[in-house]
């Protein structure tokens, strides 16, 4: 059976819990998959590096909490993450990236993302930051080195928006795409609605574990901008930067804005969208919008998620489910490795129909 | 290019909107899709039949109204529909079948299906009777044959239910399917919550196009009970006959129930559910059930269909679009003609593969 040695970059909480899935459900994976999965790499900022070629033993690594993990008392461990070196030079066929990404450039994901591509690796990453801001680029380092980028994680963790784009929309024109991306501000507008004032919303979602003790990339709308321009460039094929995408967050709503649409029937969400202008070109905003109930949006509540593909033959499609988690984020990576292994069968496949021309031919 | 060949096996709504698919946007989709489509036959119950080996001119066919037409008189034409005979006999790579279908037998679709494979040819059908009471046998046959049977159309329309279970859920545990699969029902609950009375959200129903002139298969959940064990049986792994589908309508909803339901921010839906239970097997029902805001079918409304997903790493996935509909229904085929086309590019790399290892050690 196919195996396919893995490195994880970054072991918080997504890649803890791959590495979980890995140890506690792998043979049961394989037989259901058709491959096997071995972890011989892991790098984390904290706990430092540990390869063994052999394949890791997980279960070890898992018992002890995320915080007193040190890798350099171990075999083969170091006390430096040593990203680059193990990205580039221990033998690993996919390199499972899901450290963070800063917003403005993308770093340090995009040179995980670039050493793994530019080593012939496959690479997966739950990362926006490489996708959004440096999507076309990397993806055409890909294609020179042979070798898969996967990154269904980078919008809504593990809910499957954008392959179903790419897999099942074939053959129809999508217009626009239009989404509630984000968990946290979703639940700061319900929290509105059921009468909390802004800063009382806020506390009680940073007390809840949804928001970040700095909320501003969620409630300013910066993590549904990336979303955003994600879309835009991988469903609509566009090319923005972010200065492209219009963004107003929604710390800018007042009890009266939500009384005002509860009167009249709507409900404020935050909506990010990407919709093809008449000349081709593609708009894309994020702004709180006073959706009717009737729109496909108005009823998706609290950390669920979902986007909405506009088509010519089937009108709208929606899909929804998870905006985030440790595990339905590390089931996106399952997700891209799955992807990865069927391409890779499938290119297997049509090069001993290459061969086989070469040998009958040659 | 590769090209099909297609037989249209009933030429009512949905294959005439295939073949307008097919002349008007044929060159573009081959473009997209790498493959070229060419009708070689059609049968329709009251049209008759046509052949033209070479590829039927659709233009004049779609020029004329579906009453008006009679492939008597045209070239390769025929009063009587000869529908064995063109399945079986007639060479084209793909039987497109979009006839009826009667609930108690599945036919005449049922033979339709089985002709056709037994031929060795591909099938994409829109009709729930073959799939929901001879799925396995129908499944067993096309791959005694080598030969593809899809049915994507078979449940909401072209909205892609049955490929986002088969593709993109994979290395996840389903452990239960729910939906709003009927959108006449689903209009009449709601006229019945803006104080129409039964019997004239029916009339209206009719009126608008979406009910049949008896409307007991929509209503009485009839629809939808085939629908719950294509799902139950595709998605889920059971076998289950029509009779084991708990079956309840919603023509004993009163206007008290709406009323109390609405008290206590409810919205009565027909809902059609799978559920695995702890003993392995399925219980699969259609019933009225109550549902609060926060479900992920509540909001679904009209014409709009949804089926929910319950999976254990990811939580609820839910897809929602189009329930019905000529051109939604019409895009399933299209849907099924890549999916086969998918299918059948890998087994011809695959075989050449095999080949490979013939050549070379043989």
């Not at 670039?114 to 080593?119: D, F, P, T």
């Not at 690796?121 to 996967?150: D, I, Q």
């Not at 009737?294 to 033959?313: E, K, M, Q, W, Y």
Request: proline share 4%; aromatic share 4%; charged share 25%.
């Amino acid at each position: 059976m196919r195996r396919y040695d893995l490195a994880l970059i970054g072991f918080g909480g997504v890649n803890r819990a791959l590495a979980a899935l890995i140890e506690e459900r792998g043979d049961e994976l394989a037989q259901e998959l058709g491959f096997a999965l071995r972890v011989v790499a892991i790098t984390d900022l904290r706990a430092g590096s540990l390869v063994d070629l052999d394949g890791l033993d997980l279960a070890p690594l898992l018992a002890t909490a995320p915080g007193e993990l040190a890798f350099a008392d171990m075999k083969g461990g170091s006390p430096d993450p040593r990203n680059e070196w193990v990205i580039r030079d221990v033998p690993a066929d996919i390199v499972a990236e899901a450290t963070f990404t800063n917003p403005a450039d993308g770093e340090p994901a995009v040179s995980h993302v670039r050493w793994a591509l530019e080593a012939g690796k496959h690479v997966c990453t739950t990362n926006k930051g490489p996708v959004a801001l440096h999507g076309r680029k990397l993806r055409n380092l890909a294609a020179e080195h042979g070798v898969s980028f996967e990154f269904e994680g980078s919008v809504l963790s593990g809910t499957p928006v954008l392959r179903t784009a790419q897999r099942l929309l074939s053959g129809l024109r999508i217009t626009g795409v239009e989404g509630i991306m984000n968990g946290t501000s979703n639940f700061i507008l319900g929290r509105l609605e059921d009468g909390a004032d802004f800063e009382a919303a806020v506390s009680e979602a940073q007390d809840l574990g949804y928001a970040e003790a700095d909320p501003t990339a969620d409630v300013e709308g910066h993590d549904v901008a990336l979303k955003v321009m994600i879309l835009a460039n991988e469903v609509l094929g566009a090319d923005l930067r972010s200065e492209d995408v219009f963004r107003e967050g929604i710390s800018g709503i007042t009890a009266e804005d939500i009384k005002d649409a509860a009167d009249k029937g709507l409900r404020w969400k935050l909506v990010g969208s990407a919709t093809r202008r008449a000349d081709g070109s593609v708009d894309a905003r994020v702004a709180p919008i006073a959706l009717s109930a009737d729109h496909p949006l108005s009823g998706i509540a609290g950390p669920v998620n979902a986007v909405a593909f506009r088509t010519d033959l089937l009108g709208t499609v929606t899909v929804s489910g998870p905006g985030a988690g440790r595990i339905e984020t590390a089931y996106a990576l399952l997700s891209d490795i799955i992807a990865i292994h069927q391409r890779h069968a499938n290119d297997a496949a049509a090069s001993c129909g290459h061969a086989l021309e070469e040998t009958v031919h040659g």
